[in-house]
């Protein structure tokens, strides 16, 4: 019934989107593919989030996504949009399924140092290897999208609407899973692993599928990215792209996705306008956002991790606990 | 012997990373940026000297109390002003919470001090070189492996030896007995935080004149630091030193061996001190309060 | 548990920012007739900044300056661009590659600038040249030095107004053949990207050919923008060699000098600089004595006499109070080449403002005079400029505190530039094969 609902939304906001796109001019419509394909990196924070997990590494599944839709032309030939999203989505979910027994044996601040050495040693790899571009990146030959080649008339266009439909599938596949069983289990594991262990479930399975779709979701951004833009660098795996979409996730909270997509485009929306407007405040305007938000709004941050009962001390004394930060 | 030149900077820089995680338990993203600023108050502080016609030997003296300046109205300010605000909090949280304010430093800088790189060579003049081992090496190199080694004893005399230092041992170990035992917490972490944000601002204070102070310094300082931190163990002094040293081994043996896995040769190393020993190789495994 | 709660918020968003596109895009449509967009992107922060991107800066302010008003020398003293008023916007170059596409589509298509001059970044010129060609509108860099732009692809709408960095190199190399400078060992230390990779291999090559049995000692190769140089140059000094080259620039040249010399590490070596004159005013007595420089063309200290050179000089000095280095140059390269070039088309299509078409037309294979000597777009199907340059060393001079070069130079344009038919690396390997040198 939900799914249904859920579901009638979904095409609702796809059918809205793709006609609003028509209306809008081609820098606009290429700010909100960006932003969608963003979006979708920040979605797959939420969702680790949610789980119990804080990454500061979404850039490497970015990075080997975007580098993925970037390779298979040359090597393979392929160059369908929609094949090379997949192919992108596959193999960064691929590595983080590979990775994934390795993390969830953490929590807390190690989960997210870790996330962050494996994101930069990729980033080095990146960096220094001629095959793969090299500091400078790789540039991407124009896609075709299920068969039509895109010229410059209407290619923004073409790849708007891809980009919102993956957008609108990847949220509405989200949705379901957070009202599922397993996506329910997520929210306790977050709230206290202990106590779900206890009750016969795994923590780390469920933080591990939440690894997971984290992953896949990154790829998918990476691999939209990649083509929206033309071009690749290994700076996509630093430890700063992924520090930018963990401020949107932070912004955006963990409990509706439309949230995560609308903050991504205000980022977005600020970040465009910035390098012409106000290139020396823009970082000072975000961090006191950032701070404001972490503040004020409990219902987009301040539940969202693990706050034990007996941690919560009244601010005025302010005496921090020691804290568990592994298993 | 650059090994150990680059290890006494990394151990200066990051020390005070540890000894803040330690006492407050935050781990401080925004620490490059406090660095960036000790290298920016230290260029200023330079060029004033000179300007004023002082010795050059007083360079040394006003990049000290640079350090010392930015300490003072930095720390405290950061601490009680923001900080505070958010105890009780997860971890992460904290951890975000400076992440905000690393990103909101980093065009503070820009705006005080501009964009354009700042160049304080007096200093590193002043040593020369010395010749050693059929190798130059420069004074200044030598300067700041001492410079490391009298912040580290200090530092280690200052919490084994003193009775303060000792009460602040107590605060790492369990806050919440000590608050009982009548320690004034609030002031501990005040004064941790200020020596932190000291130790940051004298790496960078000392480190500006090998380099061009420009914008970027903290992020590349920022990450290397977590390096030395985790690989050492969170809060543990001997840990920085011990970290400082893997990691400035690490990455001298890639630039002279195999160059081009320099670049994270050292996350390398952090991700499978991750893996292999999470704690550090100098932290105690701690008992599992439930 | 409504889902889609936001929904409604997000249109409205949506709705209004289209109704805001909307009349600013039909504003700027309607000034479209008596001026001219023109966008400038280069460093204006970050270890480029004070010694490319702001002097560049500089020196475009000083152009649509002098061309606005007019009082260019000839063949530039018409007003504006063909009597269009210049308007200038300046972007940024910081942030790298994907930032800059960014940037590009957004100085295209939200500011509707009508040309974009711009790219010292070799990386960054690699990135957005494709995205001039897939928009089709016009764009010219002006800086950048990697040889690969034309020579791995054939933009339609991009051009370079100054010679790549193959010309730097193989100068280089005839310098040290032609003042029988003894090359038995030498070092390399290069940036590992585009620019540095490329310098390096042409260097190499080159040497290759004029110092068969010279030795390679340390091939270091640091990150950009790295800043820290000690342990190379402890690599360096523990492997002394008679040159140590290097294309290193800006924020990290200055770096490595200073922290060189103050170990020491020049004393018992030659320093050849494939383009270090920006870094010698803020040096001074710093900088090593008897250093092999080349500033990529004939500019600066290591500038010919001539009326227009004299009159970039001059009118710069009072602007902005210092004397131009090479980037300040180029960037008047590229103005006058786009003058031209403009000037041109609209002398054929009847005085209207030209199309991208028409501009990349008129500029192919088009010849015009700057400060830095005649520029001829002869290679990359006529949209690859060469020209002469000049190599010098440095001598400290304390009288008037500025660095001077002596022993200067100079090269003719087809001395040091690869032929159009041949890739820059296959002829410098083969020899430098119909080069005329005078």
Known sequence: MRSNRSLFMALLAAIVLILAGLLAPAWLQFLVTMSAANGLAVLGIVVLMRGGGATFGQGMFFALGAYAAALVPTWFGIQDAVLRIVIGTLVAGLIGALFAPLLVRYRGIFFAMLTLALSMVLFGLLSKSSLLGGSDGISIAKPTVLGMSLQSGNAEYVLYCLTVVVSVVAGWLVSVYWNSAAGLMALAVRGNPLRVEYLGASARRSLGTSFVICALLGGTSGAITAQALGHVEPNFSNWTTSGELVFVAVLAGYRRVPAVFAASLLLEIVRSFSNLYFPNTWQLALGVFMLLVIMFRPEGLGSLWPVAARRQVDPGTAVPSPTEGQP | ?290 | ?438
């Open chain 3, 1 to 438: 548990m409504n889902s889609f709660k936001l929904m409604g918020k997000t249109r409205g968003r949506l709705a209004s920012m289209l109704a805001a596109a909307s009349v600013l895009t039909l504003a700027g449509a309607a000034q479209a007739e008596e001026t001219f967009k023109l966008g400038v992107v280069t460093f204006l922060s970050g270890p480029a900044a004070e010694s490319f991107g702001v002097p560049a800066a500089n020196a475009a302010k000083l152009m649509v300056e002098q061309f606005n008003k007019g009082s260019a020398p000839a063949p530039y003293n018409k007003a504006g661009f063909g009597g269009m008023k210049i308007e200038m916007i300046l972007v940024d170059e910081n942030g790298g590659g994907a930032k800059q596409v960014q940037e590009l589509r957004n100085l295209y298509q939200r500011e509707n600038v009508d040309a974009v001059i711009g790219y010292v970044g070799s990386g960054d010129c690699l990135a957005v040249a494709p995205v001039a060609d897939e928009l089709k509108k016009f764009l010219v860099l002006f800086d950048c030095g990697s040889p690969r732009i034309f020579e791995e692809a054939s933009p339609k709408y991009v051009f370079r107004t100054a010679s790549h960095a193959a010309m730097d190199n193989v100068s280089l190399v005839r310098y040290l053949k032609s003042h029988n400078v003894k090359v038995n060992t030498m070092n390399l230390i290069n940036q590992d990207y585009a620019w540095g990779l490329d310098s390096r291999g042409d260097f190499l090559a080159g040497m290759a050919n004029a110092y068969p049995q010279a030795k390679m000692g340390a091939d270091l190769l640091p990150k950009f923008g790295a800043g820290q140089y000690g342990t190379e140059v402890s690599v360096l000094g523990g492997k002394q060699a008679d040159i140590t080259y290097s294309s290193l620039w800006g924020g990290d040249l200055q770096g490595f000098l200073l922290q060189g010399a103050a170990r020491g590490l020049f004393k018992d070596t030659t320093l050849v600089l494939s383009a270090a004159d920006h870094v010698l005013p803020g040096l001074l007595d710093k900088m090593p004595d008897g250093s092999i420089i080349g500033a990529r063309g004939a500019y600066g200290i290591l500038s010919a006499k001539s009326p227009i050179n004299d009159w970039f000089q001059a009118s710069y000095q009072s602007m902005h109070k210092a004397l131009p280095v090479q980037a300040g140059y180029r960037m008047t390269q590229a103005f006058m080449g786009v003058k031209m070039a403009v000037e041109s088309a609209m002398a054929k299509n009847g005085g209207r403002k030209p199309t991208p078409e028409q501009i990349a037309e008129a500029m192919r294979n088009s010849t015009f005079d700057t400060p830095g000597g005649q520029i001829r777009m002869a290679l990359g199907d006529g949209h690859q400029a060469i020209q002469g340059t000049a190599i010098g060393k440095t001598k400290y001079d304390a009288a008037s505190k500025r660095v001077l070069a002596v022993d200067v130079q100079t090269f003719g344009a087809e001395c040091v530039n690869p032929p159009a038919n041949m890739k820059s690396m296959d002829w410098i390997k083969a020899g430098f094969p119909g080069a005329k040198c005078n």
């Open chain 2, 1 to 290: 012997m650059d090994a150990v030149a680059y290890a006494s900077w990394l151990f200066i820089v990051s020390l005070g990373m540890t000894l803040v995680f330690g006492v407050l338990k935050i781990l401080n993203m925004a620490h490059g940026s406090i660095y960036a600023i000790g290298a920016y108050a230290a260029a200023t502080a330079v060029a004033l000297a000179v300007s004023l016609g002082l010795p050059p030997a007083f360079s040394l003296v006003a990049m000290l109390l640079s350090a010392v300046a930015v300490a003072v109205t930095v720390g405290p300010l950061l601490e009680r002003g923001l900080l505070a605000r958010y105890y009780g909090r997860d971890e992460v949280v904290l951890l975000l919470v400076t992440y905000a304010l690393f990103l909101m430093l980093e065009d503070v800088t820009k705006l005080v001090w501009g964009v354009n790189p700042y160049y304080v060579s007096e200093p590193a003049q002043l040593f020369g070189n010395v010749l050693f081992a059929g190798m130059r090496i420069g004074g200044y190199d030598l300067f700041l492996v001492g410079l490391a080694a009298v912040c580290g004893l200090i530092t280690w005399y200052v919490l084994n030896r003193t009775t303060s230092g000792k009460i602040v041992l107590a605060v790492i170990h369990n806050p919440e007995m000590s608050a009982s035992m009548g320690v004034n917490i609030q002031r501990v972490y005040v004064v941790a935080f200020t020596v932190g944000v000291f130790l940051a601002a004298l790496g960078g204070a000392f480190t500006a004149p090998m380099i061009s102070v420009q914008p970027g310094l903290s992020v590349s300082v920022i990450i290397i630091s977590f390096a030395v931190v985790i690989i050492g163990g969170l809060g543990s002094i001997q840990g920085a030193a011990v970290g400082a040293l893997v990691v400035g081994a690490a990455r001298s043996l890639a630039v002279h061996l195999m160059p081009e896995i320099e670049l994270f040769s050292i996350y390398l190393v952090m991700a499978a001190v991750l893996i292999f020993r999470p704690e550090g190789l100098f932290q105690s495994v701690k008992a599992r309060l439930i």
